[in-house]
């Protein structure tokens, strides 16, 4: 084998591989994920109804986040924001009850199995709710609406988020990323050719450079993105004598990233945000309508609203993904502490502090993002990107640089698993 092979690129290692069987694997299920949202619910007069959903910003963006399955009123209507919705309200909850914040974090593989089972009857929950209210909300573009249709319907609105579910954790168990956040990116990727499409027939009698203006913010935002997306802070570490091992003490450091929650506050915010036209479906609420034009994009509290609970959001996921007193044991019980700094409490609220820091710069970083799109559209007076906002483009690209990380750790181990069968042979033939 040459060097070549062994540093870079191999086909043959590639397509010997468990990775060509997982790629396979989770091209099929996207592909299923979307199949289902052109298996329409009878009844509806889905043009109309797609028609009325053009005129409303918040509908629009909603729709895009679940690739128009919305407005096609099909089997996967609901898409997975039960699911999002019911592990928002557990996060929340785990806070405020310290029993599921242990069961979460402190009782290993079973606990974590126990949340989650908790989080998909949430969800259980959250598709009946957000099914009735749906289908009550299209009323009007149905031709006949009666109880056993109503029954039907919602049954099977229920039945395809409870697929969805199990489409996002079979994707999740490849390893190649994570599932709710890859079936979101397959629904954004493919409302992305309708938007550009609406955004030429809309320029067709104005200022051509208004699409490269379009084409500039995007590419500009795109880098941008990459470059937090991979920005850290790196806090060295020094590891007592006992525990050195050649140039360990120099070589070891904590890397704290600038958005270190991804894209999961985006995610959060979004279904938030989205929350009172759920309910105003369901209720026929007039004000509430009112509520969900005002959050919705280019609505007058979107942009405020929208920063703030992304803030919350990246600030609150932060800790809860890595809190500063059992980081500090964990340095503690392996020898290992930040120079200048006394293991136990001091440690603990520097790194508290660190993180405040880092949240708050990924938090501004966020908001800029999407103050973006309300600049490019007073820049070019077009509104065809409205439902395809900054925050989309981070969570597209958020999830495609993760996937492709992924994807190269996979090759990695798949290297390290060929050498442990090279030694397993050698064994079996000595």
Same mark, same amino acid.
């Given at each position: 084998?040459?060097?070549?092979?062994?540093?870079?690129?191999?086909?043959?290692?590639?397509?010997?591989?468990?990775?060509?069987?997982?790629?396979?694997?989770?091209?099929?299920?996207?592909?299923?994920?979307?199949?289902?949202?052109?298996? %329409?619910?009878?009844?509806?007069?889905?043009?109309?109804?797609?028609?009325?959903?053009?005129?409303?910003?918040?509908?629009?963006?909603?729709?895009?986040?679940?690739?128009?399955?919305?407005?096609?009123?099909?089997?996967?209507?609901?898409?997975?924001i039960?699911?999002?919705?019911?592990?928002?309200?557990?996060?929340?909850?785990?806070?405020?009850?310290?029993?599921?914040?242990?069961?979460?974090?402190?009782d290993g593989?079973?606990? *974590?199995?126990?949340?989650?089972?908790?989080?998909?009857?949430?969800?259980?929950? &959250?598709?009946?709710?957000?099914a009735?209210?749906?289908?009550?909300?299209?009323r +009007?573009?149905?031709?006949? &609406?009666?109880?056993?249709?109503?029954?039907?319907?919602?049954?099977?609105?229920?039945?395809?988020?409870?697929?969805? =579910?199990?489409?996002?954790?079979?994707?999740?168990?490849?390893?190649?990323?994570?599932?709710?956040?890859?079936l979101?990116?397959?629904?954004?990727?493919?409302?992305?050719?309708?938007?550009?499409?609406?955004?030429?027939?809309?320029?067709? !009698?104005?200022?051509?450079?208004?699409?490269?203006?379009?084409?500039?913010?995007?590419?500009?935002?795109?880098?941008?993105? =990459?470059?937090?997306?991979? /920005? !850290?802070?790196?806090? +060295?570490?020094?590891?007592?004598?006992?525990?050195?091992?050649?140039?360990?003490? %120099?070589?070891?450091?904590?890397? &704290?990233?600038?958005?270190?929650?991804?894209?999961?506050?985006?995610?959060?915010?979004?279904?938030?945000?989205?929350? +009172?036209?759920?309910?105003?479906?369901?209720?026929?609420?007039?004000?509430?309508?009112?509520?969900?034009?005002?959050?919705?994009?280019?609505?007058?509290?979107?942009?405020?609203?929208?920063v703030?609970?992304?803030?919350?959001?990246?600030?609150?996921?932060?800790?809860?993904?890595?809190?500063?007193?059992?980081?500090? !044991?964990?340095?503690?019980?392996?020898?290992?502490?930040?120079?200048?700094?006394? +293991?136990?409490?001091?440690?603990?609220?520097?790194?508290?502090?660190?993180?405040?820091?880092?949240?708050?710069?990924?938090?501004l970083f966020?908001?800029?993002?999407?103050?973006?799109?309300? /600049?490019?559209?007073?820049?070019?007076?077009?509104?065809?990107?409205?439902?395809?906002?900054?925050?989309?483009?981070?969570?597209?690209?958020?999830?495609?640089?993760?996937?492709? %990380? *992924?994807?190269?750790?996979?090759? /990695?181990?798949?290297?390290?698993?060929?050498?442990?069968?090279?030694?397993?042979?050698?064994?079996?033939?000595?």
């Open positions: 084998m040459s060097s070549q092979e062994e540093d870079g690129f191999s086909w043959s290692n590639f397509l010997s591989g468990p990775l060509p069987g997982k790629l396979a694997a989770l091209i099929g299920l996207i592909v299923v994920s979307r199949v289902g949202v052109y298996v %329409r619910i009878p009844g509806v007069d889905v043009d109309a109804f797609s028609s009325a959903m053009q005129s409303n910003g918040l509908l629009g963006y909603v729709d895009a986040l679940s690739g128009g399955s919305i407005s096609k009123v099909g089997l996967f209507s609901l898409g997975i039960p699911y999002i919705n019911a592990s928002i309200v557990l996060q929340l909850m785990s806070a405020a009850f310290p029993a599921l914040k242990k069961m979460q974090r402190e593989p079973q606990g *974590r199995a126990r949340f989650q089972y908790y989080q998909k009857l949430a969800a259980f929950v &959250f598709a009946i709710a957000q009735v209210g749906q289908l009550t909300y299209i +009007p573009y149905v031709t006949d &609406f009666s109880p056993e249709w109503l029954f039907s319907s919602s049954l099977a609105l229920v039945a395809g988020a409870l697929s969805l =579910i199990y489409v996002a954790d079979t994707i999740s168990e490849l390893k190649l990323g994570n599932g709710t956040s890859v979101i990116f397959a629904n954004i990727a493919s409302s992305l050719p309708s938007s550009v499409g609406a955004l030429l027939a809309q320029n067709t !009698e104005s200022n051509p450079a208004n699409v490269a203006i379009y084409g500039i913010a995007f590419f500009l935002t795109t880098l941008g993105i =990459i470059y937090v997306q991979e /920005a !850290e802070r790196r806090i +060295p570490v020094n590891y007592s004598s006992r525990y050195q091992a050649g140039n360990l003490a %120099r070589q070891s450091y904590l890397p &704290f990233k600038v958005n270190a929650t991804g894209v999961m506050p985006l995610i959060f915010a979004s279904s938030l945000l989205g929350l +009172p036209l759920a309910v105003a479906r369901l209720t026929d609420s007039a004000g509430l309508e009112r509520a969900a034009e005002a959050l919705g994009p280019g609505g007058s509290l979107y942009l405020p609203v929208n703030a609970l992304i803030a919350f959001f990246n600030y609150y996921y932060t800790f809860l993904q890595l809190e500063p007193k059992d980081l500090s !044991e964990q340095l503690k019980r392996t020898g290992a502490a930040i120079p200048g700094l006394r +293991p136990g409490k001091q440690t603990a609220e520097y790194v508290a502090s660190t993180l405040t820091r880092m949240s708050l710069l990924g938090s966020l908001a800029v993002l999407s103050l973006a799109p309300a /600049a490019v559209e007073g820049i070019t007076h077009l509104s065809a990107f409205r439902g395809f906002a900054g925050t989309s483009v981070l969570i597209m690209v958020g999830v495609a640089t993760d996937t492709a %990380r *992924r994807i190269r750790a996979e090759q /990695a181990m798949a290297k390290y698993q060929d050498v442990d069968k090279l030694y397993q042979d050698m064994d079996s033939k000595v």
